[in-house]
C-alpha cells in the first residue's frame, strides 16, 4: 500500500501548514463550517493518515485497509482536507465544500471512492460504528485496525460511555480511540458545561489501555503515541485510547482558544490574515533549513 510511510517531521509540518491553509479556505468559501475543531485535530490526521493507517487511495475497498472513522463528524474541513492531500479527493474540490451539487457536504456521506468509511450526523453516535467494524474485522481474522476520532464534548452523551464499555468485553484490541480534548465545544468550556475530566482515570476503570498525549500539536508526541498503540494491540487484548490536549483554532492566532470559532467560518480580511499568518510560518521554517 502507498501509506504509511516514513515520519518526517519537517515535511509534515508543511503538510499541516497546507491542511490549515485547506480549513481556511473551505470554510470562507462555504460562508459556513466549523474551523476552530478542524485545526484542533490537523497535527492527529497528518501523522494518522501518512505515517500510521494502511491503505491505499487507488484501492480505497482494500480488505486489509485500516479503517478511520470520524465521530466528531462536524469537522469536514478538516477531513477533506487530509483526503484531498493523501490522494483520495482532487483538491480543486475544496473550495467547493457546501456548495449544492458537491459532494463536500456539510457533515460527511459514506463515500468509498473518496475515502469516508461512514457518515456522520448527531455527534456521538460513529464511535459504537467503530466498535462494531472492529469487531467485525476479528471475526474474519483480519488485522486491520480501526481509529476513531472523537470529542471531549461527545464524552458527555451516555451512548458514548456504553460503546467504551462494550470495546474491552469484546476484546477490542484492534481499536483506537483518539480524543480530541480542545475542551471547548459551541456553549463554552467543556469542563464548565459538563465536566468529563479525569477521562484517563475513567478509561482504566473501563479497563482501556491509556495514552495521554500532553500535546497534541507535537507531531513526534502524536507519533509516539499511535506508535504505542500498535505494540499495545499486539500484546494487549484492550482496545486504547489517546487522550490528546489540543487547542482550538490552533495555527491560526485570532482563531486559538476562542469559543466562538467553533461554527463561523472567516471573511474575506479574516481569511487573507489567516492565510498570511500561515504562509509566514512555511516561510520561517524553509529559512531554518
Not at 503538510?15 to 485545526?39: C, E, N, V
Not at 501518512?50 to 487511495?57: A, F, G, Q, Y
Not at 490522494?87 to 480543486?92: E, F, L, R
Not at 471573511?267 to 529559512?287: A, F, T
Request: charged share 25%.
Amino acid at each position: 500500500m502507498k501509506y504509511p510511510i516514513p515520519f518526517d517531521e519537517r515535511e509534515l509540518k508543511l503538510k499541516t501548514i497546507q491542511m490549515r491553509k485547506d480549513i481556511l479556505l473551505a470554510t470562507h468559501s462555504a460562508g459556513s463550517g466549523h474551523p476552530g475543531g478542524s485545526l484542533s485535530a490537523t497535527e492527529i490526521l497528518t501523522v494518522l493518515y501518512n505515517c500510521i493507517l494502511r491503505h491505499e487511495p487507488s484501492e480505497p475497498e482494500n480488505e486489509d485497509r485500516d479503517r478511520f472513522i470520524l465521530s466528531k463528524a462536524h469537522i469536514t474541513p478538516g477531513y477533506y482536507s487530509i483526503l484531498a492531500r493523501t490522494g483520495y479527493i482532487d483538491p480543486a474540490e475544496i473550495p467547493n465544500f457546501r456548495k449544492f451539487g458537491s459532494f463536500l457536504q456539510g457533515h460527511p456521506k459514506k463515500d468509498l471512492k473518496h475515502g469516508i468509511e461512514i457518515g456522520g450526523g448527531s455527534l456521538g453516535q460513529n464511535f459504537s460504528v467503530a466498535c462494531g467494524l472492529a469487531l467485525g474485522l476479528k471475526q474474519r481474522n483480519k488485522t486491520a485496525m480501526v481509529y476513531d476520532l472523537s470529542s471531549e464534548g461527545e464524552l458527555q452523551e451516555g451512548s458514548m460511555w456504553e460503546a467504551i464499555m462494550a470495546a474491552p468485553h469484546f476484546k477490542l484490541n484492534n481499536l483506537c480511540m483518539i480524543v480530541d480534548y480542545n475542551n471547548l465545544q459551541i456553549d463554552g468550556c467543556a469542563s464548565d458545561i459538563m465536566g468529563v475530566a479525569p477521562l484517563d482515570k475513567k478509561f482504566e476503570a473501563f479497563n482501556w489501555n491509556v495514552i495521554v498525549v500532553k500535546n497534541g500539536h507535537n507531531l513526534k508526541e502524536v507519533y509516539d503515541a499511535f506508535k504505542k498503540v500498535e505494540e499495545l494491540s499486539k500484546t494487549t487484548e484492550k482496545p486504547t485510547v489517546i487522550i490528546a490536549t489540543t487547542i482550538k483554532g490552533y495555527g491560526v492566532s485570532y482563531m486559538a482558544n476562542v469559543c466562538g470559532w467553533h461554527g463561523k467560518a472567516p471573511n474575506k480580511e479574516e481569511y487573507d490574515k489567516g492565510i498570511q499568518e500561515l504562509d509566514d510560518q512555511i516561510n520561517q521554517l524553509n529559512n531554518q533549513q
